[in-house]
């Protein structure tokens, strides 16, 4: 596949070859045996909207559900990665009350983001504290390897026509530059993490903008975090109205930090 930047992914493998070579029944995820996530997969690019939604719902209910990693979230990370330049990812999906705008294509990367973030070193740390090392989980292995696969095709995005999916991808770009292989492109991503998510009009952006710079050694000065920390707490919002964001962060309650 070709990607936003022009260049060939080469060790990207193609959406294709993820669908029909994975051995998907040998798989997990929340529900058991990931044999039913090629067809969800495929329902990405249905013509319906509300197909497209579910579908997208999907990643995070069952591939991802309640922020863990399965078996079957790596081979679908994968095909995730893959298809972000297809033109069909900047089709529309129904937005509930607490979403965050942009296409699927920023939605898709939201899910990146949230994925990569259950590996970082913050992640480690507190999976050690409470005895679950990540060292020891498959799943969680396995998205420390692709790691370097999905934050180039999440970097080709950060260059997108649409400022939503810029910001997706930045916020993507994150928790993947983690990996030990990547850091060195920190002090280049942090220009565009100050210009985009530091001025964007969502305090979410912003926070995660302030927090980065500030752990990677960067200017944060003169960006502006959130005004009122309980401002993301709803209690209006029933669990099925929350959007995949709120879904990134497990803590269940109000918090003063963003959902990532």
């Not at 980065?212 to 709803?234: I, T, V």
Request: a negative charge; one cysteine or more; hydrophobic letters at 35%.
């Amino acid at each position: 596949m070709t990607h936003a930047s022009g260049s060939r992914h080469l060790d990207l493998p193609e959406p294709h070859h993820t669908l029909t070579s994975t051995d998907w029944a040998a798989l997990e995820h929340a529900y058991g045996p990931a044999t039913d996530a090629p067809t969800k997969l495929v329902a990405l690019w249905d013509p319906d909207q509300s197909v497209r939604t579910e579908a997208l719902e999907y990643l995070y209910g069952t591939l991802h559900h309640q922020n863990t990693l399965y078996s079957a979230t790596v081979a679908t990370a994968l095909y995730v990665a893959a298809v972000l330049a297809d033109p069909r990812t900047a089709w529309s999906v129904d937005k509930r009350r607490s979403s965050f705008p942009g296409p699927m294509r920023a939605e898709l990367l939201s899910w990146i983001a949230s994925v990569a973030s259950e590996v970082t070193e913050e992640a480690a740390k507190t999976s050690r504290q409470v005895g679950f090392p990540l060292d020891d989980y498959p799943p969680a292995l396995g998205i420390l390897e692709i790691r370097p696969l999905l934050f180039t095709a999440a970097h080709d995005a950060t260059h997108d026509p649409d400022r939503h999916v810029r910001e997706a991808a930045l916020t993507a770009c994150i928790p993947l530059l983690d990996d030990p292989k990547l850091l060195h492109h920190r002090h280049a991503l942090a220009p565009s993490i100050r210009e985009v998510l530091g001025t964007s009009d969502l305090w979410q952006h912003r926070e995660r903008a302030i927090d980065a710079l500030d752990a990677w050694g960067e200017d944060s000065s003169g960006l502006e975090g959130q005004r009122n920390p309980f401002e993301f707490c709803d209690t209006d919002l029933s669990p099925n109205d929350s959007s995949p964001w709120e879904r990134i962060s497990s803590s269940g309650g109000c918090s003063e930090k963003p959902p990532f």
